[in-house]
C-alpha cells in the first residue's frame, strides 16, 4: 500500500512539473541574428596606371647673365602619364613608388625643358577613399638650349639633365578601380652654364634650371592583392 501511495504521490509531482516547465520555454522569444552590411573597402594596394595634364612654370633665377637678364617662368602646358605600385599598411598608410613622365608645350622656345621626367617615392595617410600624400626622388629634364633666342644663339651640350624633385598631393577613390588627383611638384636640376652670342659677342651664361608643376590626373587601379572578404 505504501508502494503505491508513493509511486501516486511522483506521478502527481512529475506532471505538475512537466505543464510548468513547457510553460517557460514556451515563454521564452528567439530573434533572429542582427543582419550587417558590408562595410566599404578602401583599399590601395595594387598597381595602376594614368594620364595627367596640367601647367608647369619657370623659377624665377632660370636665366641670368653678366649684361642680360630674363626669365623662364611663364607657364606652359604639360601633359603626360605615371605607372606606379602602392601597399597599404597598418593600417592607415601607404607606401608606393612612382614613374611619371610629362611633356611640355614650349613653342620651339629655345631656352626651356622640354620634357620632364621622375621616379619617385611617396608616403600618404588615408582615411575613407582618401589619401594625402608626399613624394620625392630622382628628376630628369630634356633640356634644349641650341636654338636662337632673339637677336642671339645659346649654345649648351647638355641634351639631358639629371636633378632631383618633391612635391605632395591628394588622390581620392570614386571607385575601387578609378582615383583621381591633385598635384604640386618641384623639379631641381642645378645650375647651367651656356653661352649667348649677340653679334661677335659671347657672354658666358649661368642659370638655375627649375620648375615648378601643378597637375590633375586620373588612374585606373588594378587592385592585386586588395582583400577580397568584406570588413564588418
Excluded at 28 to 47: D, L, Q, S, V
Excluded at 59 to 74: C, E, H, I, K
Amino acid at each position: 500500500m505504501k508502494k503505491i501511495l508513493l509511486a501516486s504521490v511522483a506521478f502527481i509531482g512529475f506532471g505538475a512539473i512537466v505543464p510548468a516547465q513547457a510553460a517557460d520555454l514556451a515563454a521564452r522569444h528567439y530573434t533572429k541574428a542582427p543582419a550587417y552590411e558590408a562595410a566599404p573597402i578602401y583599399n590601395w594596394t595594387g598597381f595602376y596606371i594614368g594620364g595627367h595634364v596640367g601647367g608647369a612654370f619657370g623659377g624665377d633665377n632660370n636665366l641670368a647673365a653678366a649684361g642680360f637678364t630674363g626669365n623662364g617662368n611663364d607657364g606652359v602646358f604639360m601633359g603626360g602619364v605615371q605607372v606606379g605600385y602602392d601597399y597599404q599598411f597598418a593600417p592607415n598608410w601607404v607606401f608606393g613608388i612612382e614613374a611619371n613622365y610629362s611633356f611640355l608645350d614650349t613653342n620651339n622656345d629655345p631656352f626651356v625643358n622640354r620634357g620632364l621626367g621622375s621616379v619617385t617615392g611617396r608616403l600618404g595617410y588615408t582615411w575613407g577613399p582618401a589619401l594625402l600624400y608626399v613624394k620625392g626622388g630622382y628628376g630628369w629634364a630634356d633640356t634644349r638650349f641650341t636654338n636662337g633666342f632673339g637677336t642671339g644663339t645659346f649654345s649648351d651640350t647638355h641634351i639631358g639633365r639629371d636633378g632631383y624633385t618633391v612635391g605632395g598631393g591628394l588622390e581620392y577613390l570614386f571607385t575601387q578601380n578609378w582615383s583621381g588627383k591633385i598635384e604640386y611638384q618641384y623639379y631641381n636640376f642645378g645650375s647651367a652654364s651656356s653661352t649667348l652670342t649677340v653679334g661677335n659677342v659671347i657672354t658666358p651664361v649661368r642659370f638655375t634650371n627649375d620648375e615648378h608643376t601643378v597637375k590633375v590626373g586620373l588612374n585606373y587601379r588594378f587592385n592585386w592583392g586588395a582583400p577580397v572578404a568584406a570588413r564588418y
